[in-house]
């Protein structure tokens, strides 16, 4: 009889342990996702701008940086200053710093969202020689993808999504090899920050489920066709993004194509840190030669070169993928 109570006992618990509670269907409930606000990152590109070049070794470059700084712990980031000496070819020591924004540094499932933030030191395809050595404001080459960053952070602020969020702001990027002939060898390669940072992350084996790079995303008109080194890297992410943006009416802007392959900085994230990371990038071989726009690398990279339009759509897609991650 003791049994048979017991029998049943454990068959009821059995029955209980297996019923389900009625699904909630999370992927029906729709994600509120905060609005961009693409003056706030219009205005963010005009402040970097206002410093004068943000050229490693300069006056205008620290005080960015600083003000990068604030503004990410302003908004409630704990933010970490990575700086360094690094060497141009001809020897010459710059000093660098990422600049690193952790919202929710608690949380495993992050999400890394980058862009450089230094500008220019030479104007290689200017049409003037005389202008060639001048350093460029990089309103379109370095801030508006900064801007938009400093947006989403503002709003990450605001709202936690449920992921946690770093946002890194990698330093000299751009002194890669000019087109003309230097006096000396006074440049040194393509993403030094980005590669320094893969090398040597601001936390210890740092990882994150996916990364987004931004370069070059203020431009008016701009398009972003699926870059080759994103597309080997991290075609899902690629597909994601793409996907979120077509579903926000963006498909005249990113467009769903194969582009060119740029080895920005989204290539040493992949290669060194193994975080599978994709590039928006403007590169459009139809409308350009080269495939960068016109004003790429001349005094042209100016604030009459961005547009809140475009910052908008880059900014909202950014945001519609942020809030749905889980
Ligand atoms: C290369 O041409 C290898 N990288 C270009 C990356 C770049 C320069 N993005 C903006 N300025
Ligand atoms: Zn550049």
Known sequence: MANRLLLIASLSLFACACKQPPRVQENLVPVDVPQFNADSAFNYTARQVEFGPRVPNTAAHKACGAYLADCLRSFGAEVTEQETTLRLKDNTPIEIKNIIGSFQPEKRIRIMLCAHWDSRPFADNAPNEADRLKPIDGANDGAGAAAVLLEIARQIGQKQPAAGVDIILFDAEDWGEPRFAMPSKHYGTFCMGSEYWAKNPHVPNYKAKFGILLDMVGAPNAA????????????????????????????????????????????????????PCIDIIHYDTNRYADGFADYWHTHNDNMKNVDTATLKVVGQTLMYVIYNEK
């Open 224 to 275: 972003f066709y699926r870059d080759y080194y994103s597309m080997q890297f991290a075609p899902q992410i690629v597909k994601k993004v793409w996907e979120a943006a077509n579903s926000l009416g963006y498909s005249d802007y990113f467009i769903n194509k194969d582009g060119g392959g740029i080895q920005d900085d989204h290539y040493y994230v992949n290669e060194y840190r193994k975080i």
